[in-house]
Structure formats: C-alpha cells, structure tokens
C-alpha cells in the first residue's frame, strides 16, 4: 500500500486515507445535522499548509472551504450538490503540493 497524502475525518470518527471523489461522496452524503456535521480533509502530517472541510448547514445545502496557506487562497462556498462537491474538492487536492511526492513538470521546449 502506497503512502496517504491526504486524509479525510469526520466529525463522527470516519477516516479514510487519500479518499478517491466517490470516497468523499459517501463521507458528505453521510453528514447531518445532530453529530455528524463537518468532514475535513488535510494533508499528513503536523502543520498541515492546507485543508478543505464541508460543513452541513441547518437551513440545507453545505459549507465548503478550502485554505492553502502557500498560496494567497482562502475560499467559502454553499453548495447543495454534493456530487458536484466531491469533484471540485478531488480536482482542488490534486493542486496541492504534498511532501514526499514527486511533482510532474512538463516543459514545452
């Protein structure tokens, strides 16, 4: 089994290592209002520079932000898709820089 670069815990202990977008479907899907309200989902490791959460909101639909402290991105969103939350949240990690992997550069020369 390869190493996680990410992990994903949610209010009611679920944790799943390097979740895969149907892996975060399930773990949103699962949120409610009572105890199981947010799912965050960061990088290993004991400073994490990033994360993302999604919070169940009351009124319906969910809270969802994303943080990366190496770049100047700070965002909050309400998104009643979770579908849709699930993609864009997969796409978003897979920007991230994690310690330990190796990054793909291409050069156009």
Request: net charge negative; aromatic share 8%.
């Amino acid at each position: 089994m390869g190493a996680a670069y990410y992990r994903a815990d949610s209010e009611d202990g679920d944790h799943i290592d390097d979740p895969s977008e149907d892996a975060l479907f399930m773990l949103i899907d699962d949120l409610n209002t009572s105890d199981n309200t947010f799912v965050v989902i960061h990088p290993e490791g004991d400073d994490p520079v990033w994360f993302a959460s999604v919070a169940v909101l009351d009124e319906g639909g969910y809270e969802v932000v994303r943080r990366d402290t190496t770049r100047p991105e700070q965002d909050i969103a309400t998104e009643t898709s979770i579908g849709r939350i699930a993609a864009d949240l997969t796409i978003w990690m897979a920007a991230r820089d994690f310690a330990g992997r190796l990054t793909q550069h291409t050069d156009n020369a």
